[in-house]
């Protein structure tokens, strides 16, 4: 390490990139053996660092499962920010959904997919961030729906918070599926999936029609 | 413990409490510690057991992990089997869906709902186990499903297997969400929920109509 010290851009671009490669190791430990059983010398031999390198990145296993949260979570708002400008509101959510499946089908960080989730229900501060970058996405899928009420897409009666609860919910679910049942597949279930959230979300022209229809 | 030795009905009726006493002990440990944390020793003294008690009844922790999964998935079957004799096949799913999901609505084993499916994903012999109870509570529910279709309840074109796979999902899905989001709850997700499934298995009139009007 006898180099001049580089300018700061390219310092911060060299940082950010060790930061990954140790998130990629840590995911690949724990896709193999779990976060509690996988120690801070395996994801140092997975990374191909020394542990004094590591440790001048993450002081702990905690600090780097909360980091693979922040990424996970984080990646997330930014994918669903274009769909507060669609014409077709509805296809555009699915198709978004199609590539957050997709995105997370890589074998690794879905099988630690659970296990995030257990310890977002657990550890208090793996928690906090989930819920802050959770939140986020949230907020902004609200408005979506409530865009979509307004062009006539969606059916402005729905509650859009426990309407875009219960998207996430089935997205989640078919994610889970995936991986619990070997038989799944997600060109088996996607088509399933959409055609679940074009009817939950439809406006009802016969209820209407019907209701109007009464005396 | 110097009783006279009980007749067999009796002694396998205490191995069971025994059982269910140290199954229940150790769900209360692994809601607060996670499977992996949580050691032999906690487990005694939660169930207020001596190490060699615990022992004959299970020889590890991974034995115990695996009997939580068993009884966990076990319980489900029973629960879907009349749904073959009701009338109302679709109202029928979603009151079943309701009891499990208030079921499973305990704290102590909601909150390690996410740490069984993680060991569901990993360790293969929990993983044979969960197969085999899922895979008969599958198989109960396309023929529901396959019932409410030739009552005309439930549309003929859908593919059953599939869309016992959705449903699952759903299911399986509201359950984490109500863990992982503070604000989400029950009462505001079911709706949700049941107007999704009822939509989503719903025949359709309009589109059959719609085809037949074309020459």
Redesign the interface.
Known sequence: MNEMTPPLGLRAKRQEDQRRRILDAAIACFARG????TGMQAICAEAGMSPGGLYRYFPSKEAIIEAIVERDRADIAPQLLPLLEVDDVVGALIATARAFMTGNLMPESL?IF??L??E???NPSVRAI??RL?DEA?DILVRVLERGMSLGQIDPA??A???V??L???????L??L????G?KLD??M???E???R??L?PQP?RAAQTEARP
Chains 1, 2 share one sequence.
């Open positions: 779990g976060f509690h059983a099988v659970p296990e989730n257990a977002v229900v657990r989930s819920e959770e949230r729905l509650d918070l426990d309407a609860r219960l996430m919910a089935m997205t989640d679910g078919v889970m599926r991986l619990i049942e070997p799944a088996g279930l088509p399933m999936y055609r679940a959230i009817a939950f439809a016969l």
